[in-house]
């Protein structure tokens, strides 16, 4: 692992501070994983990592990558995108598929189908 | 204009002509003959004047170096005995050529028979006009590869296959000994130069390897030259078209042996064992190959009897040792080419315009095809030595060496006799074969008016007809200086005096053949209506030489299916066990002798958080191994848990190439393996009968975890054994100095692989194209088990739901619940390739690449198929792997040429900076073609293995039919669109 490079103190601050800010938000999210019992609460928690989480690391990232170049650093803005794009993708599969297997299993505490099929 | 180097000319032109002959459509019949013509008369043109020289004696030579410290290198070399086989060769092809043009139907796809000629014209010039030993043998067995093409060109026709088959196992095993006898002269000798090993004949001779080395090379020659016992191939060849026949089976291929023997005459000839052998041989071969003619029935049975008995008399002449039977065995070999070859050619015609060969359904044909009945009557009367033929004179040199014979009373008295013996078999079968065909009453029941053929179809057999009739007047004229300057090449100083000439005075081998043509006379007026009552040969008919190698192979064939029944498993787990034991005790072998010690290099204290991805990274491990059994998807997932691992550890250890690589292709992996889950069956669970497994079951689960352990273990020790110990001094300190200023990229292992290795990975990407092309012919043909046909059941009722509810369509449910996820899926594509171009353009300095952009644009590609369906994309996307595949390939070989057309070696690559409008300076070299096309070709080979998984899905299995549950499933395979 590289060391931490030259960066001028205010800017190792903040950096830190996004970075424990971005690092706590996705461990919350990981404990609600672990602890939240049904699928449909669960299914809610990891957001926290790719939202917040995400955003804060990526903004360290920004910011020092900003400081040591010494040119203003767009490339987290990117990665931003495509996280915010993908993950629904993957939380909107697995939520559909959990719900249709408890639709059809019976369960009544998920929501009926709507009247657009009946 | 003899010019040594004019000899590669006249080798590759017959090779350029094949390959130019099969690049033509299959109708085009006289193009293919004028290519094959034109092939045979300019490379005889080319070689003829290379006559002058080798008539004075000279040996015109052409070396090409290859493998100078292997003693291998391309030698072409010509003197009298290789230029008068070489004009052999080349004439009769030419004939042969003009002949097959009127002989082939319509219909059979004459380009490829020329183009299978034109290649054997090659590879029999190549033998005579070797230098080289082992280049000599590899010619050999070109021939009898040729050879099987040629014998199988109607593969419809039954007999044709296992005559083929036959000719090819029997040669090519000939083949081998030769290889092996070779090789043993080789190290007799110290080189492989056929001058060097001619030279050195007193060395041989008294090696103890002598004996090894000649039995080996003959059995290379008699099998080759159809000499007994090895004899029967040859009749069985017969079910090739008549020119084959004509051209290999007669005239050239066969002569191959005799080629060698004659060759290596010099060096081998002269002990007993040689005098023994070689004359025993030829002389069974002689009187079986008569004795079997005489009863054949059909025309050109009796022509390839008579050309094994012939070859027989050849073989004994050389076996008799004397430099005067030498002459009359060289001689002899051009007689019987040409007499022999027209004789076919004749036979030919005969079965082409009456429709029929046997001799028993032919008569008095004299009458309709008058002119080639003259033929054929002058070519059989020079077969059976008839005085002034050139068959006559050869014939009355070999009773004349008969005679001379050294050897005790009984072969002195027995030798005489039997050769007088053949001589008249071999005029009552001449005989026969015209009486028979030409004389008599007119047929009664042929299939065809018969009645002249072409003009241009008889040309041939006219010409060497004419060539017999010359030689047999006045043959020290014509052949007689070139005959002197082949045997001069083959004996040396050991040449002797003799006269070409009709007419020597009453002497006893005249007495001999004048006996011998009374004797076959009278005998065939004698027994000819016996003969054509028996069936077959008496006394040697239960020496069914083909029946005998059927046995024989079949029972090589079935000892080899009781062997891989005794040491072959077909399950995996044996056969992954065996290859894990193996593995772990050559691995272990060395550490045994050596002992085991870990290096001197100071250890790296240990990262906390390096450590708990690692320990991550290794319960996903051990949990996908855990869950394989019962629970599949599970097991995926871990599975790509532990590789995401080795990629952070790739990152984490300053190596971004490789953590790209790998992330792209466990990505890859793991959906096509997501893929791949839907077709395995269910795995029941076990139940065992009292709740717990068998104490064979779990003794074999914990013996598979032992040796995992152990192997695990092993390779982790060995590791952590060489990573203790310092770096060597590698040529990968070389790369990483000269990347730069030799391959014009910061990425050191980018300009490996494009360029200083580029060699090693234009082999790993045509590996790759075969590894798909393989996955998806077996895929093609998919029958999956019977439990897994039917589509899973979450999808039976999402389809039964859609069908039931009024207004929707199969499908709908499903489209549903994906349309948000599909739409930013399809979206996605633009990015992910313009990405994949990124990574391949930026490649040669920064981490990426073709293989890493490849995998990257796959990847588009897949999800593409998973977000809308195989039907969806593919009528939106013209999903071409193969041409992608193909396309990569062909740019990475010809970017490779390119350097070559610049005076560099293969795949040399070359760069600069180039300044573009607008971007700038831009780094710039062909090394970006090359992975150019490995891009292509990952690409295709990836998706062509997706499309082949999911067109499975696409199909309609027909379900199993109940009535008889034991036929396997067959799969409709109307889906493929």
């Known amino acids: 692992m590289t060391q931490a490079p030259d960066l001028p103190l205010w800017a190792a601050i903040l950096a830190a501070i996004f970075v424990l800010i971005g690092a706590g938000a996705t461990f919350i999210g990981s404990m609600g994983l672990l602890r939240l019992k049904t699928f449909y609460e669960r299914v809610h928690s990891p957001t926290m990592g790719t939202t917040l989480g995400t955003v804060c690391i990526l903004l360290a990232s920004a910011c020092v990558s900003s400081v040591v170049h010494a040119r203003f650093s767009v490339h987290e803005a990117l990665i931003f995108l495509f996280v915010s794009l993908t993950t629904p993708v993957t939380l909107m599969l697995l939520a559909r598929a959990a719900l249709y297997r408890d639709r059809v299993a019976g369960d009544e505490s998920v929501p009926v189908e709507d009247d657009r099929s009946n | ?977």
């Open chain 2, 1 to 977: 204009m003899t010019d040594s180097r004019i000899l590669l000319l006249v080798l590759a032109l017959p090779f350029f002509g094949s390959l130019l002959s099969a690049l033509l459509p299959r109708t085009a019949r006289t193009a293919a003959g004028l290519v094959a013509g034109s092939v045979a008369v300019l490379a005889t043109a080319l070689l003829i004047p290379f006559y002058a020289p080798v008539a004075r004696g000279e040996i015109v030579r052409l070396e090409i170096g290859w493998l100078p410290t292997l003693g291998l290198d391309l030698v072409f070399r010509v003197d009298g005995l290789a230029w008068l086989f070489a004009m052999m060769v080349l004439v009769i092809g030419a004939l042969v050529v003009l002949y097959t043009r009127y002989y082939m139907a319509r219909e059979d796809p004459v380009p490829r028979f020329f183009s299978y000629l034109l290649a054997f014209m090659g590879s029999m010039l190549g033998i005579v006009l070797s230098g080289n030993l082992v280049q000599l043998a590899f010619f050999w067995e070109m021939t009898s590869l040729f050879s099987f093409l040629l014998i199988g060109y109607w593969y419809g026709n039954r007999a044709a296959r296992d005559g083929a088959r036959m000719a090819l196992i029997v040669t090519a095993t000939g083949g081998l000994c030769l290889l092996v006898g070779v090789l043993l002269i080789g190290r007799i000798v110290g080189s492989y130069d056929l001058d060097v090993v001619l030279a050195s004949g007193g060395t041989i001779r008294s090696s103890p390897l002598y004996l090894p080395a000649l039995i080996l090379v003959l059995l290379g020659a008699f099998t080759k030259s159809a000499q007994f016992p090895f004899h029967f191939w040859l009749p069985h060849a017969m079910a090739a078209p008549t020119p084959v026949s004509a051209y290999l089976h007669s005239a050239t291929m066969v002569k191959a042996g005799i080629f060698l023997m004659i060759r290596l005459w010099p060096i081998f000839a002269g002990t007993d064992a040689w005098y023994f052998i070689v004359s025993f041989a030829g002389l069974a071969t002689l009187l079986v190959g008569a004795w079997a003619a005489i009863f054949q029935h059909d025309l050109k049975g009796l022509l390839a009897y008579s050309t094994i008995s012939h070859l027989g008399l050849i073989t004994l002449l050389l076996g008799l040792s004397s430099p005067l039977a030498a002459v009359a065995a060289i001689f002899h070999t051009v007689n019987h080419a040409t007499f022999k070859a027209s004789l076919f050619m004749a036979a030919g015609i005969i079965d082409h315009e009456s429709g029929t060969r046997d001799m028993r359904r032919l008569s008095g044909l004299a009458r309709f095809m008058p002119f080639t009945a003259t033929l054929a009557m002058v070519a059989a009367a020079a077969m059976a030595g008839v005085p002034l033929l050139n068959g006559f004179i050869s014939k009355e040199m070999f009773l004349a060496e008969a005679l001379d014979a050294r050897g005790g009373p009984v072969i002195g008295f027995a030798l005489p006799v039997l050769a007088t013996l053949g001589a008249a078999f071999s005029v009552l079968y001449s005989l026969r074969f015209i009486h028979q065909t030409f004389f008599g009453p007119p047929p009664t029941d042929l299939p065809k008016v018969p009645h002249e053929p072409p003009g241009w179809m008889r040309r041939p057999i006219e010409i060497l007809v004419i060539a017999c009739l010359v030689v047999g007047i006045v043959p020290a004229a014509t052949i007689g200086p070139v005959l002197q300057s082949a045997v001069r090449s083959v004996l040396g100083a050991q040449t002797p005096t003799y006269s070409l000439a009709i007419w020597h005075g009453f002497s006893a081998p005249l007495l001999l053949s004048m006996i011998a043509l009374a004797t076959g006379t009278l005998a065939y007026f004698r027994f000819r209506d016996a003969l054509n009552r028996r069936a077959g040969p008496p006394v040697i008919a239960r020496f069914k030489g083909g029946r005998m190698f059927e046995r024989v192979l079949a029972d090589i064939v079935r000892r080899a299916r009781s062997l891989e029944g005794l040491f072959g498993t077909r399950r995996l787990q044996p056969q992954l066990r065996l290859l894990v034991c193996l593995a772990c005790l050559a691995g272990l072998l060395p550490f045994l002798q050596l002992g085991y010690a870990t290096g001197g290099l100071p250890v790296t204290p240990l990262d906390p958080a390096f450590a708990v991805i690692w320990i991550v990274g290794g319960i996903c491990a051990v949990g996908a191994a855990q869950q394989a059994k019962y629970h599949r998807l599970a097991s995926l997932v871990l599975m790509a848990g532990a590789g995401l691992v080795a990629c952070i550890s790739f990152v984490w250890l300053s190596a971004p190439d490789l953590a790209l690589t790998q992330l792209l292709v466990e990505t890859v992996t793991t959906v096509l393996l997501l893929l791949g889950l839907r077709w395995l069956p269910k795995r029941q669970p076990e139940v065992w009968p009292d709740d717990r497994p068998p104490a064979r079951v779990v003794f074999r689960r914990s013996a598979d975890l032992g040796i995992a352990i152990a192997a695990g273990l092993g390779a982790a020790l060995l590791a952590y054994a060489m990573l203790t110990r310092p770096l060597p001094d590698t040529i990968s300190r070389y790369f990483m100095e000269q990347a730069y200023p030799q391959g014009g990229g910061r990425n050191v292992v980018n300009v490996i692989l494009v360029d200083f290795r580029a060699f090693d990975t234009l082999g790993e990407i045509a590996v790759l194209a075969i590894v798909a092309l393989t996955i998806f012919s077996l895929l093609r043909r998919f029958r999956p088990a019977s439990e897994s046909i039917e589509p899973p059941v979450q999808q039976r009722m999402q389809d039964a739901a859609d069908l039931h509810a009024g207004g929707r369509r199969v499908g709908d449910t499903k489209k549903d619940y994906l349309l948000v996820p599909r739409i930013i899926m399809e979206w996605l594509f633009p990015v992910i390739f313009v990405f994949a171009i990124y990574l391949l353009v930026r490649g040669h300095d920064l981490p990426g690449g073709g293989f890493a952009a490849g995998v990257a644009m796959s990847i588009a590609i897949m999800l593409q198929y998973m977000a809308g369906g195989t039907r969806v994309v593919e009528s939106r996307l013209r999903i071409r792997p193969l041409r992608w595949i193909g396309a990569g390939l062909l740019l990475a070989v010809v970017t490779g040429v390119g350097a070559l057309a610049f005076g560099y070696p293969f795949l040399t690559s070359w760069f600069r900076y180039l300044e573009l409008p607008v971007i700038g300076k831009v780094p710039f070299g062909t090394a970006l073609f090359f992975d150019l096309g490995v891009f292509l070709l990952v690409v295709g080979a990836t998706a062509l293995m997706l499309v082949a998984i999911a067109h499975q899905s696409i199909r309609t299995p027909r379900a199993r039919t109940p009535a008889r549950p034991d036929v396997p499933p067959v799969i409709r395979e109307e889906g493929e669109d």
